[in-house]
Structure formats: structure tokens, C-alpha cells
Nanobody, 114 residues
Framework: QVQLVESGGGLVQPGGSLRLSCAAS????????LGWYRQAPGKQRELVAG???????NYADSVKGRFTISRDNAKDTVYLQMNRLKPEDTAVYYC????????WGQGTQVTVSS
């Protein structure tokens, strides 16, 4: 059974930082492309950052220079370091693993507010 479990969300003030983690089980983690998506109320889910199995990364323009995605294949975990957070970053953040199939985590809430 495949599971992706996100953690690390919460409430943070503008300008603050959070690190999200997504621990995977039930898949051969190292062969999967991984991504972080987010969905704000009333909006479509959007790609925030992705990392290939080779380690290449890509980011949404809105987070470039502030967010960093990384993966630890030894721990079957993907991370999203989020710095200089803004209120518009408020959303539910989802972890995605993609190879032949797509797998999703349950999401973790990130709220940026003073």
C-alpha cells in the first residue's frame, strides 16, 4: 500500500519559514519524480516545485528564490523549505510522487498571517 504522509505545516507570520516533509512508503522512492503542489480556497491546485529522480528541480515563478525542494532517497522523504513566506502562500500543500502512476498525500495546511 502506497502512502505519502506530509508534515510540517502550520501558522507562521509573514517573512517566516517552514519546512514541509513528505515521507513515502510502498514505492521504490528513488525512481519517482516528486513534487509539491498547493491549493488555496477557491483556486485550482498548482505546482509549487518539482524534483526529478536525477535531482533536477523546477519552481513556480511565484516561489523562485524563496522555496527549495530536496529529496533524501535514503529516508524516502522529500522536503520543501519555504522562506520569506507571504500571505499569498497560504494553502493546503500536497506531496506528489509520479512514475507510471500518480500518488498523493493527504495535504498539510500552511497559513501565513500576522
Amino acid at each position: 500500500q502506497v502512502q505519502l504522509v506530509e508534515s510540517g505545516g502550520g501558522l507562521v507570520q509573514p517573512g517566516g519559514s517552514l519546512r514541509l516533509s513528505c515521507a513515502a512508503s510502498g514505492i521504490i522512492f528513488s525512481i519517482y519524480g516528486l513534487g509539491w503542489y498547493r491549493q488555496a480556497p477557491g483556486k485550482q491546485r498548482e505546482l509549487v516545485a518539482g524534483i526529478t529522480r536525477g535531482g533536477s528541480t523546477n519552481y513556480a515563478d511565484s516561489v523562485k528564490g524563496r522555496f527549495t525542494i530536496s529529496r533524501d532517497n535514503a529516508k524516502d522523504t522529500v522536503y520543501l523549505q519555504m522562506n520569506r513566506l507571504k500571505p499569498e502562500d497560504t494553502a493546503v500543500y500536497y506531496c506528489n510522487a509520479r512514475y507510471v502512476n500518480d500518488f498523493w498525500g493527504q495535504g498539510t495546511q500552511v497559513t501565513v498571517s500576522s
